[in-house]
């Protein structure tokens, strides 16, 4: 089969990914071998090419954290699904192959009027979403969110997930398309980080009150001020270091208003966790994706011949929405 192979330089060189063949992929007897018509760019891809973030333990070392595509074969021991049955899937890596196996408790049947490109823009930044707001964050009606990087593919299914759940939801990003995308998305405030104190405004259009969730993939940057816009009791569920992961704090803010700091990672949970995230995900937030009442934002769609173009689109941050490569 091919697959993206990752062909790192020396030093700093951005490698090189190159679709080329590799040993056949097998299966266990819980497995199914899909056939991937459609793949996506995720941050974690990037950091994991330039050899930054490794796969768990046991899992593929080709790049690829969601799959879109058809069954070719079932394990032993799998019940519910045959060859020829289109699906998508949140992996642990993988996903940049023309074969991946794929846990059969981790798969979910694609709309008959969807394509893989829109199934594959789903998996990871949808249940990621899903995760942080609703079962990590605990987000309730009537709550307020601040949602960073609003502009992603994470923030972009946050902020719907986020109404949905009857929230009011606040964002940053650093460009005027992510912006207004946001808005369109129901975000009732969207600021630009690179302008104004995002703390300081959202405190000044909330009469002092912040809010009561914050998700954050940047980290070190945002830390202090995150603390500041939360209110009493309020929940910070940290999804990412992309400014890095050290800084000075002032815990006396988390004492005094009794704040909770969670971390949280999705790909190195353990299988059984994650297989029950889905099934909860697709009770609760499949039906809203197959009735259109919340949509997948894609930004472009790669040829996954093309995918180091594509890592360089999303490393530029010019992407609004998710970044899909298709075969």
Not at 144 to 150: S, Y
Not at 268 to 289: D, M, N, S, Y
Request: charged share 25%; with cysteine.
């Amino acid at each position: 089969m091919k697959a993206i192979v990752v062909h790192r330089g020396a030093g700093d060189e951005i490698p090189s990914l190159v679709w080329e063949d590799v040993p056949d992929v097998t299966i266990g007897p819980d497995e199914v071998l899909v056939e991937m018509r459609a793949t996506s760019v995720n941050r974690a891809d990037l950091a994991q090419a330039r050899g930054g973030y490794k796969p768990p333990p046991g899992a593929s070392d080709i790049l690829g954290l969601e799959i879109a595509g058809v069954v070719r074969e079932i394990g032993a021991n799998v019940s519910g699904w045959r060859p020829g049955d289109r699906v998508c899937a949140l992996l642990s890596g993988g996903g940049y192959a023309e074969l991946a196996a794929v846990p059969a408790g981790m798969l979910m049947r694609i709309p008959d009027d969807w394509d893989y490109e829109r199934a594959a823009a789903v998996p990871e930044v949808w249940l990621t979403a899903f995760l942080n707001l609703i079962v990590e964050g605990g987000l309730q009606r009537g709550e307020r969110v601040l949602i960073h990087a609003g502009g992603s593919g994470v923030g972009t299914a946050a902020i719907q997930v986020a109404r949905e759940t009857g929230a009011e939801v606040f964002i940053t990003a650093g460009q005027e398309q992510k912006l207004e995308k946001g808005r369109q998305l129901g975000a009732s405030l969207a600021l630009n980080y690179k302008k104004v104190d995002f703390a300081e405004r959202i405190l000044g259009e909330t009469a002092g009150e912040g809010v009561d969730l914050v998700l954050d993939p940047v980290g070190a940057d945002n830390l202090e001020r995150n603390l500041q816009v939360l209110r009493v009791t309020g929940r910070l569920v940290l999804i990412g270091l992309l400014s890095g992961g050290k800084t000075a704090v002032d815990l006396g803010l988390v004492l005094g208003k009794r704040l909770r700091v969670t971390g949280s990672l999705l790909r190195p949970r353990p299988l059984q966790e994650k297989i029950a995230l889905t099934r909860r995900f697709e009770a609760e937030v499949w039906p809203l994706l197959r009735g259109g009442v919340v949509e997948p934002v894609i930004d472009s769609v790669f040829a996954i011949e093309d995918a180091a173009a594509a890592h360089e689109y999303v490393r530029q941050n010019r992407n609004t929405g998710k970044v899909i490569l298709r075969r």
